[in-house]
Every structure is written in C-alpha cells, then in structure tokens.
C-alpha cells in the first residue's frame, strides 16, 4: 500500500510540474490558474493556526542565572539560565520534565560544518502550542 502511494505522490507532482511548464495559452480551460497559485492558496487554507502563540522580548545583556515561566494553558514551562563564570547553561522545564541543552546537537546539519551545538543557545523568542487531534502540542 505505502509503494502505491509514494508512486501515486510522485504521479501527481509530476503532473503538476509539467501543468506549470506549459504557457498560459497551453494550459486549456481545466487549468484556469497557475500551479503555484493553485498549491499556494492550498496551503494556505489548510495551515494549522496555532492555539497559544507568546512572543519572548529577551534582554541580551542579561548575563546572569534566571528562569521565566512561558504562560501556556494547562502546561508549566519554565526557561532556565544559569551563568558560571561566563559560561550559560540553559535549560527548559516542561510539566516537570527538565531538558538540558547542554552537550546536545541539533537533529539535521545547521550548516556546512554539520549539526549545531545547543550550548550557545541562550533564550527563546516564542513558543506556539497547537492543539492536533485532541492533544497539545
């Protein structure tokens, strides 16, 4: 079943590709308007808006251990900063559940130079809670 459906997938943005090589005047009266126009307003009308959407203005000469707590309904989050002699460890408390950041990397390659390291990190800017399915995320 999953072949079938990578091979219909692949039919189908194939055929979009060619629909939007053709000209305008090519295009017949089926395909009034351009593909990209088409999977624009798509994707647009489908987007997953988030619930919860808190903006973070953080001070960039604080360099001094602090936490905040990130105001999402029904979870408690806290962001953590701790300085050490000039050195930020962060962390982030979610329902109880710490993660650290120091030490970890990035999933995919940040740049030419492969993963990013985590340790630099050093506050968050904003924090979205989407609800999907009936859960939070």
């Known amino acids: 079943m999953k072949g079938s459906v990578s091979v219909i997938a692949v039919y189908l943005l194939l055929s979009l590709f060619v629909a939007a090589q053709k000209r305008p005047d090519q295009r017949g009266p089926s395909c009034p308007r351009p593909v990209d126009a088409r999977l624009r307003d798509y994707f647009e009308s489908s987007a997953i808006e988030p619930s919860v959407l808190v903006n973070n203005e953080p001070d960039p000469g604080l360099r001094k251990t602090h936490s905040s707590k990130i105001p999402l309904p029904g979870h408690e989050i806290e962001w953590i900063d701790v300085w050490n002699?000039?050195?930020?460890?962060?962390?982030?408390?979610?329902?109880?559940?710490?993660?650290?950041?120091?030490?970890?990397?990035?999933?995919?390659?940040?740049?030419?130079?492969?993963?990013?390291k985590l340790d630099l990190v050093e506050d968050w800017r904003q924090a979205r809670l989407y609800e999907l399915s009936g859960h939070d995320i």
């Open 85 to 116: 002699s000039n050195n930020l460890s962060a962390s982030i408390k979610i329902d109880g559940d710490l993660i650290s950041f120091k030490g970890q990397q990035t999933i995919n390659a940040a740049d030419d130079n492969g993963k990013g």
